[in-house]
Nanobody, 129 residues
Framework: QVLLVESGGGLVQAGGSLRLSCAAP????????MGWFRQAPGKEREFVAA????????YYADSVKGRFTISRDNAKNTVYLQMNSLKPEDTAVYSC??????????????????????WGQGTQVTISS
C-alpha cells in the first residue's frame, strides 16, 4: 500500500525553484520526524533534509544547505521541500520518509535510512542546464 505520496516534481532550468510536497492521505504523521532523500541514476540514495515533529530542529546535507528548506504543516499533515537555485546535479527522484519520534542525540542519525519507517515512491526532479 502507498502510505506517503510526493508531488511537485518536474522539469526546470538551472537556477529555478521547485517546491515538493509529501502527504499521507487519510492518515497522520503523528509525532514522526520527516525526511527527504534523493537518488540519481547509477547512484546510491542520498540524504537531503530532515525535520522534527515541531519543526524546531532541521538538518541538511552539505550539498543543499542554504538552497533547500524543509518545513511542515502539521494541521495539513504535509511536509515540504522548497528547492531554490537548482543545479543539474540536483536531478534525481526525491522521496519523503517518516522517521522516529523526537530527535536523536547524534543528529547525523536522521541522515541514515534506518531512522525511517515509511517511504514514498518518489517524484522526479529534472534540472536542465
Amino acid at each position: 500500500q502507498v502510505l506517503l505520496v510526493e508531488s511537485g516534481g518536474g522539469l526546470v532550468q538551472a537556477g529555478g525553484s521547485l517546491r515538493l510536497s509529501c502527504a499521507a492521505p487519510g492518515r497522520t504523521f503523528g509525532r514522526a520526524s520527516m525526511g527527504w532523500f534523493r537518488q540519481a541514476p547509477g547512484k546510491e540514495r542520498e540524504f537531503v533534509a530532515a525535520i522534527s515533529y515541531s519543526g524546531g530542529y532541521t538538518y541538511y546535507a552539505d550539498s543543499v544547505k542554504g538552497r533547500f528548506t524543509i518545513s511542515r504543516d502539521n494541521a495539513k499533515n504535509t511536509v515540504y521541500l522548497q528547492m531554490n537555485s537548482l543545479k543539474p546535479e540536483d536531478t534525481a527522484v526525491y522521496s519523503c520518509a517518516a522517521g522516529g519520534e523526537g530527535w536523536p542525540i547524534h543528529v547525523r542519525v536522521v541522515a541514515a535510512s534506518h531512522w525511517y519507517d515509511y517511504w514514498g515512491q518518489g517524484t522526479q526532479v529534472t534540472i536542465s542546464s
